[in-house]
């Protein structure tokens, strides 16, 4: 067991005393003469004097414990997340007349959703405002063939990075999909570029899917921002 302050402050007021003691003791007979008194005072001081040093000990040890202990706050640190990390879902008349900026990753995922259903796809939204496990939509052709779609509503600074391309290959298999579509509004990396082009992953960045939107004419956003509801 780890010894306490309070023991290390007994242990040295106990060497302390006897050294004292000692000390005295060795006076004491090497001057016969001193008064009966004098080793009275040498017993009293000793015990005195070793209880303060020990609890001066306790008190300064237990002082440098309290400044090196490290702070229990901690600033948080989040990692890079989409523009809107709200789940809620305004109605598509608001969608369709909201900035890409002024959406949230749910609404995002849903104006992709109007988007290829009137391009003649059937449309499953499969992840809009949940957990996704990698595909967000997955929308059907007039042949039945399935794409998995992965949506990221990102800030034009902040890019998609490789892990989410891996990602939605391989949740692609448990859609039973056989092409994949990432579409962010901003881009990706170089590093995933390189993996979408290897694993044949189509992607669409942020002035590809803007001029998509607006060649389908149902998306007229305003220029003033609509705040996300909370």
Known sequence: MARTYKAEGRQIACIL????????FSLYFSFPGLHWGFF???VVGSVLVAE???MLWTKKRRNQKKQMK????RKKTTPPSSRRSSKSVRSDEIILT????DLSGAEFERLLALYFRDQGYTVKEVGVGGNDGGVDLVIINRRGE??????????D????????VRELVAAKRNHDCILSLLVTTSDLTAPAKKEAEQFKVDYWHGGLIEQKLKA???????????????
């Open 17 to 24: 005393r006897g050294l004292i003691l000692i000390g005295g």
């Open 40 to 42: 009275i005072g040498i």
């Open 52 to 54: 303060i040093a020990g």
């Open 70 to 73: 490290p702070a229990t706050t």
């Open 98 to 101: 909201s900035r890409l900026d």
């Open 146 to 155: 399935k794409t998995a779609v992965q949506a990221k509503c990102y800030a």
């Open 157 to 164: 600074h902040n890019l998609v990075q490789v892990m989410t």
């Open 216 to 230: 389908w004419g149902k998306w007229q956003p305003s220029k003033k921002l609509r705040p996300v509801e909370k």
